[in-house]
């Protein structure tokens, strides 16, 4: 079974940064595309940042592209988004999420999510 554990949310000033990490399994890591989304108050999940297994092609979201960057760290089996440059519009619970296709995160329908984690950011 796939299990994807968050970390890392809190509550930052708007301007700060914020570092998420998913937690996986070495298996899962290493044969799973991996990524994340966000769901803020009233508004529909939206895709964030996909990565790939080799760490070759990456996605961002339109209104992320240029303050946040997903990388992975296979020492730790992670896969960490760092956000930059928060705004108040940032503020959401992050989900991380996992597909054996890269080209299945942006379009909303990857096979295993985890629980989520909340940013807050403050104006």
């Known amino acids: 079974q796939v299990q994807l554990v968050e970390s890392g949310g809190g509550l930052v000033q708007a301007g700060g940064s914020l570092r998420l990490s998913c937690a996986a399994s070495r298996r899962t890591f290493s044969r799973y595309a991996m990524g994340w989304y966000r769901q803020g108050p009233g508004k529909e999940r939206a895709f964030v940042a996909g990565i790939n297994w080799s760490d070759i092609t990456t996605y961002y979201g339109a209104s992320v592209k240029g303050r946040f960057a997903i990388s992975r760290d296979s020492t730790k089996n992670t896969v960490t988004l760092q956000m930059n440059s928060l705004k108040p519009e940032d503020t959401a619970v992050y989900y991380c999420?996992?597909?054996?296709?890269?080209?299945?995160?942006?379009?909303?329908?990857?096979?295993?999510w985890g629980q989520g984690t909340q940013v807050t950011v403050s104006s």
């Open positions: 999420a996992a597909d054996p296709s890269i080209d299945k995160l942006p379009r909303g329908a990857p096979d295993y």
